[in-house]
């Protein structure tokens, strides 16, 4: 099974950026656990800022791919685009927030993406990458 976690903006100063709602720990130590957690499944990983690349990553894996992992950042809540793309490709797309938008301020309660994606999984920390793969794991059966 083949498995893309995409991240997108800001996600690279995860360790470092506002540590009390997104925790102390870098994606690229936590990427390391979660490949060792589910040795069966062929990872990779993808960061951008950039809005396209996010959605030319989405276009190449998604027509081959077992599924996605996409926690679109910001993104989530303006990008009409990235929601075509994930419905204009065949692989199901986990969305997948850190800290649990529900409880923050209303502009982030709103997903653009939520409506095309399999599920929305947020509010674990990133223990909801891992809960996203295991939803992914399950939906394939
Ligand atoms: C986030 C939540 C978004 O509202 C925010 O813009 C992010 C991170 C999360 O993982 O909790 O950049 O997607």
């Known amino acids: ?7 997108g903006p800001n996600l690279n100063l995860l360790g470092k950026r506002e540590p009390g709602i997104y925790g102390a720990r870098g994606f690229e130590d936590y990427f390391a656990e979660l490949c060792g957690r589910f040795p069966e499944v062929e990872f990779e990983y993808f960061q951008s800022n950039v809005e396209g690349e996010l959605i030319n990553k989405i276009h190449e894996v998604g027509f081959s791919w077992d599924g996605i992992v996409l926690n679109a950042g910001a993104y989530t809540h303006t990008s ?7 419905r204009g490709v065949n ?18 309660h709103r997903s653009l993406i939520s409506c095309a994606c399999l599920g929305v999984i947020c509010g674990f920390g990133l223990d909801s990458y891992r809960l996203a793969v295991e939803a992914l794991i399950a939906h394939k059966g």
Not at 80 to 86: G, K, M, R, T, Y
Not at 97 to 106: F, G, M, P, T, Y
């Open 80 to 86: 009409v685009a990235l929601q075509d793309a994930i």
């Open 91 to 108: 692989t199901p797309v986990v969305e997948v927030h850190i800290s649990n938008v529900h409880a923050r301020e209303e502009f982030r």
């Open 1 to 7: 099974m083949k498995i893309l976690i995409l991240n």
